[in-house]
């Protein structure tokens, strides 16, 4: 049997799950009306999670669940950001993050021209309307340079976890994952294994490890940004009840396990 098959076998009941969570997203919203500017920041937030955990879900049936980190730290990201915008100060936080696209544009289009040497014709958004909306916005947030880089929120992603009592999930799961998105030296141990004293082996192709923790994190993870939705279309998630139940089952049937083995042995 191929290993993409034993893995599939063996975590089939959380694959299964999340495939009918990706099946349902098209029509959660279908025939309702994103007829404000913070339902269509929402709405995109939520539509790139489900893309997030789709594409989480199929890296680990093909046994890359550790490739699968580096997405699952940006539908964390991505769960801090819309949980910061609709914490407090919505209008102003949503109005920005929208404003906050012709700075992106502008900002590229400054370093395009004085770092390459493509003609600022074949730029796209060149025009002289982006220039004046830019001048408009970097007045309207009193911005002093137009260099580098601008962030949208104007703070961290650390500063906005902290805003929102996500500072422990940051230090503790958003380190993990960026030691694996920025290929950190503790991150090696995931490639290679050393238990043969005197040899390092590469581990190559489909794996089964970590595969449990990247898909039962990124289904809660998808969740809050679902509930952060439901709750800003003022929308009744009908299923709740029943989709967390079998999500409180899935980590008592995968994590428990693992949390007692680990309780005896600190214990031991």
């Known amino acids: 049997m191929k290993p993409e098959r034993i893995i599939y076998e063996k975590y089939k009941d959380i694959f299964d799950f999340i495939d009918e969570i990706i099946t349902s997203c098209p029509n959660d919203f279908k025939g309702i009306k994103a007829d404000s500017l913070a339902k269509q920041i929402t709405l995109f937030h939520y539509a790139r999670a489900s893309y997030l955990i789709d594409a989480i879900n199929r890296?680990?049936?093909?046994?890359?669940?550790?490739?699968?980190?580096?997405?699952?730290?940006?539908?964390?990201?991505?769960?801090?950001n819309i949980k910061w915008l609709t914490s407090e100060d919505q209008n102003y936080r949503m109005e920005r993050y929208a404003d906050f696209e012709i700075i992106f544009k502008k900002q590229i289009k400054n370093n395009i021209i004085e770092h390459t040497s493509i003609p600022i014709e074949n730029?796209?958004?060149?025009?002289?309307?982006?220039?004046?909306?830019?001048?408009?916005?970097k007045f309207k947030y009193n911005l002093k340079t137009v260099r580098g880089f601008h962030n949208w929120s104007g703070k961290s992603i650390y500063q906005m976890a902290k805003d929102i009592g996500l500072e422990k999930a940051y230090?503790?799961?958003?380190?993990?994952?960026?030691?694996?998105?920025?290929?950190?030296?503790?991150?090696?141990?995931?490639?290679?294994?050393?238990?043969?004293?005197?040899?390092?082996?590469l581990k190559t192709g489909p794996r089964a490890k970590n595969i449990d923790f990247v898909l039962l994190t990124s289904i809660r993870y998808f969740y809050d940004v679902k509930e952060i939705t439901y709750s800003v279309f003022n929308l009744k998630w009908q299923s709740v009840e029943r989709d967390k139940q079998i999500y409180s089952d899935l980590k008592d049937k995968y994590w428990k396990p693992k949390l007692n083995k680990a309780k005896s042995l600190t214990n031991a």
């Open 59 to 80: 890296l680990c049936m093909a046994g890359y669940a550790t490739e699968a980190m580096v997405i699952l730290r940006s539908l964390f990201n991505l769960y801090i």
């Open 123 to 137: 730029i796209s958004g060149s025009n002289i309307s982006l220039d004046e909306v830019y001048d408009r916005i």
């Open 171 to 201: 230090l503790i799961l958003y380190g993990k994952l960026s030691e694996i998105e920025h290929t950190g030296p503790a991150s090696a141990h995931e490639y290679f294994d050393y238990s043969k004293k005197g040899t390092i082996v």
